[in-house]
């Protein structure tokens, strides 16, 4: 397991007492991924910033719609095109989704507190529109980032605007003010729960203290924090060094992680990223960037990239060699940036690549998919998505313990599934972005016991002299400088590998 890193947590009521905390200039809880209002990387401070009670709005309906099981990225946008249609297009300020995606996601980094507020605040349970846009104020007065008077002001603006919460004006009204009267002891006191104290449901936080005795709390502040914006440099168009040296005379601070990654410093949309347009860099967790790696590809080989979309890793095994590479995934929509990030990326010259939309279970069973065919089987299977709470601050929220059941289950189908197309002496590479054990170390102990001929390949979990291997690797949420200087990523989300070879 790699260390969990740089604990970031410094006390809320620090923040509240209006001293610095976290790296300079950037507010705890502020995105570094997505730019803020007046930010020098967006056009907010050229065309003035959204009114707050417009940018709420939109979040306090994708909250409503989050509570009801609906991903945050979904409800924004269905939130913005309903809201756009109702007071006509032209009175939508044009950064007012990237200002209510904001305020979004800070809502969701503080859910099991503001939640916790409203339990001890409300006289009545409030419906789901109204706990929403409450949730969505609170989470502002407790980041601090906008004054709070104004904050009231806008929710209860935002409240009047919609027919599901305009009823709840004065109400909502009562119960900020009435937060804001006694802030700070309504928040030490909610935050002694640790699953408040951590935002998380008490399920999830149960499973984290359970697989990580030693580390789950450092693992739980890290995952709160807004995540690194990181790039995998591509190596078909330029070299990292020219890279940091591009992004050095844009006075854009970026440091190397991995072999091929760069850490951003500074929160950028993708379109403004140098070089992004014209496939020079991709966005790229450097977690992710090691699959590619760690199959260790050489020209001529058969590889199937068993669950595709959209394509980050298919990009990347394309670029790596000449093999003949079969990228498959179930979901159409998904699949489509397949070909997107190809088309933009490119590909080693002698590889071929053929993107099939369809069940892999289905195409092995059915003989579309030869067996002992495949040189190389990554399966990035689908999961939990545990260790990428930092980019999806909703997924604590949208999953169920049963989602722990059943999502290993559907792992182990795949696995078996996929076995029989490898070559002998193949190689697959068994990948999740999770840190639950059910779905790492638990999944692979339990394969190799009833698969004959599997035999796992230990991976190098440090680069250069520091160099150890692993029979698996559990990577947990890092943001640290160690090993980066032996190309080792300090700087990754959590993920889980195992690499195995078929025995004859
Ligand atoms: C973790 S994501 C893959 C991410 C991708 N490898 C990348 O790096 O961009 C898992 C993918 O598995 C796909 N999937 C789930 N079940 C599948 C199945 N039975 N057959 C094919 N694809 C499947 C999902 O649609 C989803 O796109």
């Not at 924004?76 to 809201?83: D, M, S």
């Not at 739980?220 to 070299?239: K, Y």
Request: some cysteine.
């Amino acid at each position: 397991m790699s260390p969990p890193g740089r604990p970031k947590g410094e006390s809320r009521s620090a923040q509240r007492e209006g001293r610095p905390v976290g790296p300079p200039g950037r507010p705890k809880g502020e995105s570094r991924s997505e730019p803020r209002e007046g930010s020098p990387m967006n056009d907010a401070a050229e065309i003035g910033a959204p009114p707050l009670a417009q940018a709420m709005w939109i979040a306090a309906v994708a909250s409503a719609r989050l509570r009801e099981g609906m991903p945050l990225e979904r409800g924004l946008a269905l939130a913005h095109e309903r809201i756009s249609a109702q007071i006509g297009g032209r009175r939508m300020h044009p950064r007012a989704a990237a200002a209510a995606k904001d305020i979004a996601f800070t809502a969701a980094r503080h859910r099991a507190l503001t939640d916790a507020l409203i339990a001890r605040l409300a006289t009545r349970p409030p419906s789901e529109p109204v706990a929403a846009l409450l949730g969505v104020a609170l989470a502002q007065l407790a980041t601090a980032r906008h004054a709070a008077y104004a904050v009231v002001d806008q929710a209860v603006q935002a409240a009047k605007q919609d027919g599901a919460t305009e009823g709840a004006a004065g109400f909502i009204n009562a119960v900020l003010r009435n937060a804001l009267r006694q802030f700070d002891a309504l928040v030490d006191e909610a935050e002694r729960d640790d699953a408040v104290r951590h935002n998380l449901p008490s399920w999830w936080l149960q499973r984290l203290q359970r697989d990580y005795p030693q580390h789950w709390q450092a693992i739980a502040e890290l995952q709160r924090e807004p995540p690194p914006l990181v790039l995998r440099v591509n190596l078909l168009r330029t070299t990292r060094a020219a890279y940091l040296e591009r992004l050095a005379q844009a006075q854009l601070d970026a440091t190397a992680v991995g072999t091929a990654g760069v850490w951003l410093h500074q929160a950028c949309p993708v379109e403004r990223i140098p070089g992004f347009t014209a496939g020079e860099v991709t966005v790229q967790d450097a977690g992710a960037q090691l699959a590619a790696e760690w199959l260790d590809l050489a020209d001529g080989m058969a590889v199937l990239d068993a669950c595709a979309a959209p394509g980050g890793k298919t990009a990347h095994l394309a670029a790596l060699a000449a093999i003949d590479l079969t990228a498959v995934d179930i979901d159409a929509e998904r699949a489509q940036r397949i070909d997107q990030n190809l088309a933009r990326l490119g590909k080693h010259a002698g590889a071929t690549v053929r993107v099939l939309v369809t069940d892999v279970l289905r195409a092995a069973r059915e003989g579309r998919l030869p067996p002992d065919h495949y040189d190389r089987i990554l399966l990035d299977a689908p999961c939990t998505a545990s260790g990428i709470v930092r980019r999806h601050p909703d997924i604590p929220w949208l999953r169920r313990p049963e989602d722990v059941a059943q999502l290993p289950t559907q792992q182990a189908r795949l696995l078996d599934a996929l076995w029989p197309l490898l070559a002998p002496a193949g190689r697959l590479l068994f990948a999740v972005c999770s840190v639950f054990s059910e779905e790492g170390s638990q999944q692979i102990q339990r394969f190799v016991a009833r698969t004959p001929g599997a035999r796992l390949i230990p991976l190098p979990v440090r680069g250069g002299s520091g160099r150890l291997a692993e029979p698996t690797v559990q990577l947990v949420p890092a943001e640290t400088d160690a090993g980066t200087a032996e190309g080792w990523p300090g700087v990754h989300d959590g993920f889980f590998y195992a690499l195995l070879e078929k025995q004859s």
